[in-house]
């Protein structure tokens, strides 16, 4: 099915879905309600954008990625936004980077409509985790919010502008208990809408992952596959060296430039796709700070995709906040570039800005199917299949404790763009509270739920989840031992409370 989006003037929300209840952020109880929002195959940027795929040699996606983690941190050891510590203790580290970090969560809202304004297409996509949305409430920064309002719901940006979901609390997902990965995501999915609106929830489609981490242990991957699919996703944002083809080989390079399809098999043998758009390894914060995504995109050409010949694609993610390269060289070289790009000409074929839907749904337009896109699967995972015979849980299970006896190099610890850093060793004081507190929470409120699903609109429900998915913020892992695993000590101490009493 394929329609024109409708125009609200307002943001469309659910009557009851507001985005404080009980003093916490909206992150459970209209699970059927949201489930029924986001899964659909209109046609959402296609229609709006301006861009004529014939006249489009190579484009180049750009994401920002924002987040504060959640501390308790605050009087009595409330729970506040890291961002507002930061604000309350200016003289501790970079702190006194409180107020220029608090414009680069709100800078976008300036700068796409003046953009806009002066004639330009601009492309952005924002992934925000849910802490940080959270934060800004709870600091009354509506200043920040309100901007992004203006970009998200005002039709006129629809196109300009392209949310990507993520997991609510920043969680990676390698080392997600398996049970909780869905419940990120519907959490960050109810969160934006009683924010934004239903309707810029139906927007929502591709999705970025914390720290761009992709799990390769086979369930691991299928769950998070096939809760992606069932949350409404279409595509996934994934780091090059992550995937690798299905006989193990690396990505060709021309490959990384068009859309791939990820696959995923369980040890059960049962499979899962979803569209995955590559992005290229390098310096992310100074790549996308200086543009030099579009710059790279003028080197490159249309290739041959199945049976059509269709523009590449360069697409990136990075920080949106962290180091002066982000915050000061940024604003320079965004800015001036769309003013280029508007004066090249729009019907001279050329590089032109793009957001991942879009360019999907352009392609598609052309006839582009999904099986025309090349295959890949999690690094690594050719390793587990050439020792598997016959697909049982147990087949894999011995395969993968061979490869781990065997070979120092292999593990399942999946990849991210931050390899430098493990985030299982070294943090079995984080990581088994907080599988415990995951059992604990399930072993309550998963009866409770098969029997009554409206057991998610509770109070003791709700912030019993939230302190379920705030233990898994990677931030209490990656900052090392210390103060960090300090705050995650606590909060898995008073998710005990609520849950155990």
């Given amino acids: 099915m394929t329609t024109t989006p409708q125009s609200p003037s307002q943001p469309n929300h659910f009557p009851t879905l507001e985005a404080i ?222 995937v690798e083809r299905l006989d193990g080989s690396p990505l060709h390079h021309d490959d990384k430039y068009i859309p791939n399809r990820l696959i995923a098999r369980n040890s059960q043998g049962e499979t899962v796709s979803i569209i995955a758009l590559i992005k290229t390894q390098g310096s992310d914060t100074k790549l996308v700070a200086q543009m030099q995504p579009y710059h790279e995109a003028k080197g490159r050409g249309l290739q041959k995709l199945g049976e059509y010949m269709v523009p590449s694609c360069v697409t990136q993610i990075a920080d949106g906040e962290n180091g002066g390269v982000m915050m000061n060289e940024y604003p320079r070289d965004f800015i001036p570039l769309w003013s280029q790009i508007k004066n090249h000409g729009r019907g001279t074929p050329g590089v032109v800005g793009l957001n991942g839907t879009e360019y999907l749904e352009l392609l598609e337009a052309a006839g582009v199917k999904p099986e025309d896109y090349p295959t890949c699967q999690a690094i690594q995972q050719h390793r587990i299949w050439e020792k598997v015979d016959s697909v049982t849980p147990e087949a894999v299970q011995n395969a993968i404790a061979h490869l781990q006896e065997t070979d120092p190099q292999f593990h399942i610890d999946g990849a991210s763009w931050t390899n430098h850093l493990s985030w299982v060793k070294g943090y079995e004081n984080v990581l088994e509270p907080m599988n415990q507190l995951s059992a604990d929470f399930h072993r309550k409120y998963d009866p409770l739920v098969n029997q009554d699903p409206t057991t998610t609109r509770q109070p003791d429900y709700q912030q019993a989840l939230l302190y379920n998915l705030l233990l898994q913020t990677s931030c209490f892992r990656y900052w090392g031992q210390g103060m960090w695993t300090d705050y995650a000590r606590a909060i898995y101490e008073r998710g005990q409370q609520l849950i155990n009493g």
């Fill in 21 to 242: 209840r009980y003093g916490l952020p909206n992150i459970c109880g209209w699970e059927a309600d949201i489930t029924a929002v986001v899964n659909h195959s209109d046609r959402l940027f296609q229609p709006l954008s301006h861009l004529n795929l014939d006249q489009i040699t190579a484009g180049f996606a750009c994401a920002l990625h924002m987040h504060q983690p959640t501390i308790p941190a605050g009087e009595n050891g409330a729970l506040i936004s890291n961002l507002q510590y930061m604000f309350e203790h200016p003289h501790q580290g970079d702190n006194h980077n409180a107020e220029p970090f608090a414009w680069c969560y709100k800078r976008m809202g300036e700068f796409i409509p003046e953009l806009v304004a002066n004639g330009c297409h601009p492309r952005i996509m924002l992934d925000y985790s849910g802490n940080l949305l959270w934060g800004l409430q709870q600091i009354g920064r509506n200043d920040i919010l309100d901007t992004l309002k203006n970009i998200t719901c005002n039709p006129q940006y629809w196109v300009n502008v392209e949310w990507l979901g993520t997991m609510w609390s920043h969680a990676v997902i390698p080392s997600t208990p398996i049970r909780d990965i869905k419940l990120h995501i519907q959490a960050w999915q109810h969160h934006f809408a009683a924010i934004f609106g239903k309707d810029a929830l139906a927007r929502v489609k591709g999705f970025s992952p914390p720290e761009m981490h992709l799990p390769n242990h086979p369930d691991t991957l299928y769950e998070y596959i096939k809760s992606l699919k069932e949350c409404g996703y279409q595509w996934l944002m994934v780091q090059e060296h992550s």
